[in-house]
């Protein structure tokens, strides 16, 4: 049976009491919110963190709003609760869709929108216990030197797996980072970074406190598909979010495809201008598909085969799409 290694837990109801915590116990700390990754992670002894500071009790973090021209979601609303939520439903099904299409159950009670948003990345050989790791020699992404994924490579490539990161990415989304100096907001474009190890720019002393979605407008349409091997709990091995503003003659004002789970960053197809004006046909998500399997390749970091991988991308392109224009 694997164990938790003994730490401190605290519950401040506060924020600011949250953020002293994290100054307080610097590198000895982590925030929990679900804990449906951590925890695990902590029993992989992937962390052993002397301090856990726990956000439940935070009632600022919770809840899902209109502001403005927004849709703010707390950071620490359950993926049920967002999946189950009608505004989302209304406004962003991919959103919905994506939060539904997580893990099992249980673990949408328990995990949170900004757990997910901070997921770790998983590799095949590092989401393993410590005695595995250990016989293997460990890897650089933790205790050891070497990347297993790309020999000779100085730079983790573990997947990005979270669901919700790439629709949120296509609906132009931002978080809000809180910090003992004060709250920042940042795209979530800017948010990801191409870095296996940490692929966030979350410093040690933040908490992520809100999501803001832009509300569309008329004319927006969005879709999500996600490959795995158990549709009933697996992570995915592929995820494609889309989304495209119509207008009123149908014709495309612009159109984004966000590919995940295959590197350490969530991949925003590039140069899809050239598709404005266009109908959103079946030629069209050809062409968009064929865009996204170019620029996309997967790596051995998932145990689930990698040319089949890459050649589902075109496919999932044209269900998202097909989906979104239901
Ligand atoms: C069997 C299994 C299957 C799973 N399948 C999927 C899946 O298909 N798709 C998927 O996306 N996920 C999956 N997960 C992972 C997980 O359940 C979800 O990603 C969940 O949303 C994580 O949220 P949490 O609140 O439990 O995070 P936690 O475990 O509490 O935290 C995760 C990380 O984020 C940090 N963190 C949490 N909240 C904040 C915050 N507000 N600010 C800053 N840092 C924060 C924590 O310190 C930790 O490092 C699966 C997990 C398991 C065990
Ligand atoms: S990609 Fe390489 S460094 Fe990163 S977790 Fe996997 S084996 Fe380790």
């Not at 573990?158 to 809180?178: H, I, Q």
């Not at 789970?261 to 197809?269: E, I, N, R, Y």
Request: net charge positive; charged share 20%.
């Amino acid at each position: 049976m694997l164990t938790l290694p003994p730490f401190e837990y605290h519950a401040p109801m506060e924020l600011a009491d949250a953020l002293a915590l994290l100054q307080k116990h610097a590198g000895k700390v982590k925030l929990i919110a679900g804990g449906t990754d951590l925890v695990p992670n902590m029993k992989h002894r992937l962390f052993m963190p002397e301090h856990v500071v726990g956000l439940k009790q935070i009632s600022e973090l919770n809840g899902v709003r209109g502001e403005g021209g927004f849709l703010v979601i707390g950071a620490m609303t359950s993926i049920a609760d967002l999946a189950r939520n009608p505004r989302v439903a209304l406004l962003f099904p991919s959103l919905a869709r994506a939060a539904t299409a997580i893990a099992g159950p249980q673990l949408r009670e328990m995990g949170t929108l900004g757990g997910n948003l901070c997921l770790d990345t998983r590799c095949v050989y590092y989401n393993q216990t410590h005695f595995w790791r250990k016989a293997l020699g460990y890897c650089l992404k933790k205790d050891g030197t070497v990347c297993h994924v790309v020999k000779g490579g100085q730079k983790c490539v573990a997947a990005a797996s979270n669901d919700t990161a790439p629709v949120l990415l296509t609906l132009g989304a931002s978080v809000e980072l809180a910090s003992p100096n004060g709250r920042r907001a940042i795209p979530l474009e800017e948010f990801y970074v191409a870095d296996g190890v940490a692929n966030t720019v979350i410093e040690p002393n933040e908490i992520l406190t809100k999501v803001r979605v832009p509300i569309p407008r008329a004319g927006l349409v969005t879709g999500y598909q996600k490959l795995r091997i158990r549709a009933a709990i697996d992570y995915p091995s592929l995820c494609v979010a889309v989304a495209a503003q119509q207008q009123a003659d149908g014709k495309l004002e612009w159109v984004r495809m966000v590919i995940s789970a295959l590197g350490s960053k969530p991949h925003t197809v590039k140069r899809l201008e050239g598709f404005q004006g266009r109908a959103l046909d079946a030629a069209t998500i050809a062409e968009l598909g064929q865009a996204a399997h170019r620029q996309c390749h997967p790596l051995t970091n998932i145990n689930v085969e990698t040319g089949w991988r890459r050649e589902m991308i075109p496919v999932f392109v044209r269900r998202a799409f097909a989906e979104a224009m239901k």
